[in-house]
Nanobody, 126 residues
C-alpha cells in the first residue's frame, strides 16, 4: 500500500511557477505508476500528467503540455510536478495518485489509480 502526501501548492501570479511534490510512504512506490489530477470548483476531476514506474514514460494533458513537467525520484519515494507559465485556469486542487497494478506506461484516466493524496490547492491570480 502507498500513502501519499502532496505539498507545494499556493498562490502565484499568472506566468509564475510552482513545484508540487508528492511524498509516498511504503515500500511499493517504485512499482506504482503515478499521476497528477486536478479539480477546479464546480468541475470534474481532470487528468494532468502521469509517469511510468521507472520514470521513462511521461504523459500530459494537452492543456498543460509544454508548461508542466512530471518527474519522480524512486530513491526518495517522491514525485514532482513542475508547473511553469501558470494561467488562472490552472487554479484547482491538485491530487497525486498511485496505480499499483500498472505493468507498463501510466494511465491518463482516474479509474486505475487506487491510492490518492488529500490534495494541495493551487491558485493562480490574473
Amino acid at each position: 500500500q502507498v500513502q501519499l502526501v502532496e505539498s507545494g501548492g499556493g498562490l502565484v501570479q499568472a506566468g509564475g511557477s510552482l513545484r508540487l511534490s508528492c511524498a509516498a510512504s511504503g515500500r511499493t512506490f517504485s512499482s506504482a505508476a503515478m499521476g497528477w489530477f486536478r479539480q477546479a470548483p464546480g468541475k470534474e476531476l481532470e487528468f494532468v500528467a502521469a509517469i511510468s514506474r521507472s520514470g521513462g514514460n511521461t504523459y500530459y494533458a494537452d492543456s498543460v503540455k509544454g508548461r508542466f513537467a512530471i518527474s519522480r525520484d524512486n530513491a526518495k519515494n517522491t514525485m514532482y510536478l513542475q508547473m511553469n507559465s501558470l494561467k488562472p485556469e490552472d487554479t484547482a486542487v491538485y491530487y497525486c495518485a498511485a496505480d499499483r497494478d500498472s505493468l507498463f506506461g501510466a494511465a491518463m484516466t482516474a479509474i486505475p489509480y487506487d491510492e490518492w493524496g488529500q490534495g494541495t490547492q493551487v491558485t493562480v491570480s490574473s
